[in-house]
């Protein structure tokens, strides 16, 4: 006879208990329209720099260190002449390694030494940078490696470009209102997609004639990339 009320307190008690729950179940996401906005901004280079040094051979390590020691010295000295400022000249690699005998049966001998030294030069007149790569072969180097442009004014044409891809952004999310027939409210979150990149596009320079054939480069144009994500509200028809 007492199985029937402790059984129907059992279920009144999870009633009550469950009864919070359902009440609190989270609400529906308001309406909303995302879109992605993009922008470019494209600008000549206004620096570069260039990566070159002198490589020397020897039979001893003392003679291909001091060798070498010379010949960069006179390339420094080129720079100099040339007007590049000693604040824009910076090593960026010195290396003194044994050179091998062909592979062949057993350990393979020393055969001479090999001493490196390099340096990056920056250059703040990217029209030089043909006339400095001349500069640094006339004078000793054999060793050129990479030549890098890039725009000194990279953050505030980036921040540019970040205003007109959030009002790409509300192009497209207008778009998309109208189509739909609602109207545009307010921004409810925006994000940056990935890291700014820059583009390359090439185009043929040359600098002054300091030899019969001037070393042609490819200055370039870099356009900076933007990518925005926004999400815009949607305004009550109330």
Do not use: C
């Not at 090593?91 to 340096?119: E, F, K």
């Not at 990056?120 to 006339?131: C, E, F, H, P, S």
């Amino acid at each position: 006879m007492r199985l029937a009320p402790l059984g129907t307190a059992f279920v009144l008690a999870f009633a009550l208990f469950a009864a919070p729950a359902l009440a609190q179940a989270p609400a529906a996401f308001p309406p909303a329209i995302s879109v992605t906005g993009e922008a470019r901004i494209s600008v000549p280079p206004d620096l570069a720099a260039v990566d070159a040094g002198v490589a020397t051979d020897a039979r001893s390590a003392r003679e291909a260190s001091e060798a070498n020691n010379t010949a960069m010295a006179k390339v420094l000295a080129a720079l100099k002449t040339a007007g590049i400022d000693a604040r824009d000249i910076q090593t960026s690699r010195l290396s003194l390694q044994p050179q091998y005998a062909p592979n062949r049966s057993g350990p393979s001998p020393i055969t001479g030494y090999r001493a490196s030294n390099r340096v990056t030069v920056r250059i703040r007149d990217v029209g030089k940078v043909a006339g400095v790569i001349d500069t640094l072969v006339g004078s000793g180097a054999n060793d050129i490696g990479n030549v890098s442009f890039e725009v000194s004014q990279e953050s505030k044409l980036l921040d540019e470009a970040r205003e007109k891809a959030v009002a790409d952004a509300r192009r497209k999310a207008e778009i998309y209102a109208r189509a739909a027939g609602v109207t545009l409210g307010t921004p409810l979150s925006i994000s940056e997609e990935g890291a700014p990149h820059p583009i390359y596009r090439a185009k043929m320079m040359q600098g002054a004639p300091m030899a019969a054939a001037p070393t042609p480069i490819a200055q370039g144009e870099e356009t900076l990339s933007v990518s925005v994500s926004v999400t815009w509200g949607i305004k009550s028809s109330q």
